[in-house]
């Protein structure tokens, strides 16, 4: 089965690792900077291939200040309204593109909503988890596959299908 997405359920968390999983962390710790250095060239890809879509208005890219450094963990386009993020996310799954939306604010989770809250407490954050798109985004991912990402997204604007 899987999951739409993560939700904050309880309180507290366990983030004691297996011996197998400490032992997979640990080799790539190992290979940690060439890890790093392949993941920032394919963020810096897409910001540099998507930076037209941005200065038409059409969507927005991840915003990193000079002063700070990156995990390079996703990527991910802010686009103008939920409506439009589903299409493109309908789009990408039919050209067989597994992007996905980013995440349920934790104020709307169980364990959020548990304690009360409700959309009205946190409206920036319930209006930009609407709208993300996270691209895929992975060690592994081929400059082919990549351009065929970029291709599409650039496709579905181009299309008027928003």
Known sequence: MQRKSAAWVDVGSSYVLSDILAAYLLAQL???EQVQQTRAAIFRRYAESLADLEQAGRLRLPIVPEECDLAYHLFYLLLPSLEERDALLQHLKEQSILAVFHYVPLHLSPMGRHFGYTEKDCPVTQDVSQRLVRL?????????????????????FKSGAT
């Not at 985004?137 to 579905?156: G, H, K, M, P």
Request: hydrophobic share 30%; proline share 4%; glycine share 0%.
């Open 30 to 32: 190992e290979c940690r």
């Open 136 to 156: 895929p985004f992975y060690n592994d991912l081929t400059e082919t596959d990549q351009t065929r990402v970029i291709d599409q997204v650039r496709a579905f």
